[in-house]
């Protein structure tokens, strides 16, 4: 059997990265492991181009490559062409994040000599330098990005560095600018959203308990997500008398991370916009419903979890599997979570 010959360096590396938020703020810990074993490696990413805002916030990472296909899409013509333009550029490795096979395309068109990835949906082939995911081992997700930045010989689990995104004090003036913000005092930032589902989502009334709380505190409350999320937002103004400001589905993903770089504290279901907030090193409560924190923790030594740890989660679904809505033990994961405990863990907060 031919042997694969294996580079010592790889001096070029292409990440085929994640197409959400959570998972792309957690693949820099790769980035970071990487850097860090060879400071001279140049790191481009594959990804949507949604995404190069935040790439670009993040100091290890020195070009992107736009993925032209939507999630979820197979598109094969599409990555065949970027693949052989690819090959131009003279990657001496590739990993690949996701489990797709789809995923696998690109760099194997792209001739790149390293292609490192789980076995996912029978890359073989695909993928040269293919590892076993052992979730035993590796119960985190960015513990499985990281590895995959290893020797296939290193030690399990691996260590993996916090992910930092780096917000210039330029960039904060400018959105500041924009949105004619007036600064000065606490800011506590909320992410009542959660794209993957109902059963990710603290309850509404909840969020805007807390609102009305810290606004009579002296606090400017901000309310963070997409459009998908101004029905929620409009629920907790509605609740707080508009004593929140906003910006759901008014600002871009570049202009999200630079307002709540400015804020002092955030409460968030686990969501793209929790990581986010944990790699600004912003104190944060997290909130888990049906999700695992085991599984995707915010990565911040200042964040607190917050989880009942009930028998039936985490569960993983998109709505309560028990019981139907309006019945009293609907989602208790989220429901019986007090807004006196999350009060509490705020006032324990430090800001940095």
């Avoid at 590892?131 to 691996?158: E, H, I, S, Y």
Wanted: proline content about 9%.
């Amino acid at each position: 059997m031919k042997k694969t010959l294996i580079p010592d360096f790889a001096g070029k590396i292409l990440i085929v990265g994640p197409s959400w938020v959570g998972d792309m703020v957690m693949a820099q810990s790769l980035f970071i492991t990487l850097k860090e074993r060879q400071p001279d490696c140049r790191i481009d990413v594959l990804a949507p181009a949604w995404t190069f805002s935040l790439l670009a916030r993040m100091p290890e990472v020195a070009g992107t490559v736009a993925m032209p296909l939507a999630h979820g899409q197979f598109g094969l013509p599409e990555r065949v062409r970027l693949g052989r333009k690819l090959r131009a550029e003279g990657y001496d490795r590739a990993i690949v994040l996701p489990n797709s096979w789809k995923s696998a395309i690109v760099p194997w068109i792209a001739k790149i000599p390293l292609r490192t990835g789980y076995i996912g949906e029978c890359r073989w082939g695909l993928l040269n330098d293919v590892r076993r995911l052992d979730k035993t081992l590796l119960p985190m997700t960015v513990q499985r990005f990281v590895a995959l930045g290893l020797p296939k010989n290193a030690p399990l689990p691996p260590a993996y560095p916090m992910p930092s995104i780096a917000v210039t004090r330029e960039r904060q003036q400018a959105v500041a600018d924009k949105f004619r913000l007036v600064l000065g005092g606490p800011i506590l930032a909320l992410c009542p959203g959660a794209e993957y589902g109902p059963a990710k989502r603290w309850p509404a009334s909840r969020f805007a308990e807390l609102a009305r709380i810290k606004a009579g505190e002296g606090w400017q409350v901000w309310l963070f997500g997409s459009g998908k999320d101004r029905t929620i937002a409009e629920q907790i103004n509605r609740e707080t008398g508009g004593v929140c400001l906003d910006f759901t589905g008014r600002t871009s993903l570049a202009e999200a991370v630079d307002l709540m770089s400015l804020a002092t504290a955030v409460v968030s279901n686990d969501s793209g916009l929790m990581h986010v907030a944990s790699a600004l090193n912003k104190p944060v409560i997290a909130l888990y419903g049906s999700s695992d924190p085991g599984f995707t923790p915010p990565l911040n030594a200042r964040a607190k979890v917050v989880s009942l740890h009930l028998p039936c989660a985490p569960c993983f679904k998109r709505t309560c599997p028990l019981y139907p809505a309006g019945h009293p033990e609907h989602a208790r994961c989220l429901t019986g979570i007090r807004t006196e405990r999350v009060l509490q863990m705020l006032d324990e907060a430090r800001p940095g």
